[in-house]
């Protein structure tokens, strides 16, 4: 079978299009084909390694988490709703529902972050290490088969897997583009394609390895002055949101009883009925925790955003926050 008969196959070409298609559209369709089938075999893979090594690959990819969370968040849902149906109790499952549904990915988004952040910083020695090794007259595979001795934190794993598969004969560009598809950071994609666009053109290796590894450094330094910068906010976010709470449990402790209070004077004397006489402090103190824990967790989504830019950052402050604000109107109020 050839690739028109394997179009129509699929469905991919229909009969009218046939004889009408020239070559340089018939190859442009079997581009698009292979790459389509390329990417659901990857999905296959990863469906596949996770039920194989789940913790392994939920370190990769921190969204397999909510696969694990959220059924099991389901099943604390229902046992709750069982226990807790038409009580107050019911505020207490949805919101440790939620917490439950977040925790395992926040664990796992700010584990790969701090991964992440200690192979970057590890990269520019890397490189420059192995841009003295090729002054020194070793040969690239030589050089990172040298360098895989020494400790690079969390990088030396990556080292030592490039030491691996130059010693089978890859070549040190592909090794690299394998590297960053691997690791798959902002700083490394750089700095890989850097390295490989200049021994294209026909470069000296060893500049080009020193240029990358001045470029990652440089690109980390103003990342950490960034974050530096950038922790202010997350500073306000944690204040401000302490003040709205310090705010509500005043209100709560002491203008909810004083207006029930009232309304009971009120009812007494046969005056206001309608308004301030139905007044019910349960439902105000209610409301007023409803309003606490979301004010909690979607500052903490913000904090994330702007601290760390990255919303699921955010994950672990608005866990922290909805923790303190279910607390204090449980055990305080």
Same mark, same amino acid.
């Given at each position: ?10 469905? #991919? ?23 389509? =089938? ?6 296959? !893979?990863? *469906?596949?390694?996770? &039920? ?23 099943? @604390? ?20 529902? %939620?917490?439950?549904? %977040? ?17 970057? +910083?590890?990269?520019?020695? &890397? ?9 020194? $007259? ?12 020494? +400790? ?14 130059? /010693?089978?004969?890859?070549? &040190? ?7 960053? =598809? =691997?690791?798959?950071?902002? !700083? !490394? ?16 290796? /060893? ?32 204040? #401000?949101?302490?003040? &709205? %709470? ?7 402790? #002491? ?5 029930? +209070? ?6 007494? @004397?046969? @005056?206001?009925?309608?308004? !301030? $006489? ?17 004010? $909690?967790?979607?500052?903490?989504? *913000? ?15 608005? %866990?922290?926050?909805?923790?303190? @604000? ?8």
């Amino acid at each position: 079978m050839n690739f028109k008969d394997l179009l129509l196959s699929v469905g #991919s070409l229909s009969p009218a299009q046939d004889n009408t298609l020239s070559e340089d559209e018939l190859r442009e369709l079997e581009d698009a084909l292979i790459d389509s =089938r390329i990417e659901e075999s990857k999905k296959n !893979i990863l *469906v596949k390694e996770f &039920f194989k090594k789940p913790a392994k690959t939920i370190y990769k990819h921190p969204q397999y988490a909510f696969l694990i969370s959220i059924p099991v968040a389901l099943m @604390a849902f229902t046992v709750g709703m069982i226990f807790a149906w038409g009580t107050v109790l019911i505020d207490d499952v949805i919101i440790f529902t %939620i917490l439950i549904s %977040i925790t395992p990915p926040a664990i796992a988004y700010h584990k790969k972050y701090k991964n992440t952040d200690n192979v970057e +910083e590890y990269l520019p020695v &890397f490189l420059r290490d192995v841009s003295e090794m090729s002054k020194a $007259g070793l040969t690239l595979p030589r050089a990172v088969n040298t360098v895989a001795k020494g +400790e690079y934190g969390a990088l030396t794993k990556e080292v030592q897997h490039m030491d691996s598969s130059m /010693s089978w004969g890859v070549s &040190f560009e592909h090794t690299l583009l394998n590297f960053a =598809r =691997r690791v798959n950071t902002p !700083i !490394i994609e750089r700095s890989v394609a850097l390295i490989t666009q200049a021994s294209r053109a026909g470069g000296k290796v /060893s500049s080009v390895l020193e240029a990358a590894a001045r470029d990652a450094r440089e690109v980390k330094v103003l990342e950490r002055e960034r974050n530096g910068n950038m922790m202010v906010y997350v500073v306000i976010s944690y204040m #401000s949101f302490f003040v &709205f %709470i310090f705010v509500i449990a005043m209100l709560t402790s #002491s203008f909810v009883p004083a207006m029930a +209070e009232a309304g009971k004077a009120a009812s007494a @004397a046969g @005056a206001g009925s309608q308004f !301030i $006489g139905a007044f019910d402090p349960s439902v105000y103190s209610r409301l007023m925790m409803h309003t606490a824990v979301l004010q $909690g967790f979607m500052s903490g989504l *913000v904090a994330g955003q702007m601290g760390e830019g990255s919303v699921y950052q955010g994950l672990k402050h608005s %866990i922290v926050l909805t923790l303190i @604000a279910w607390t204090v109107f449980t055990f305080l109020i």
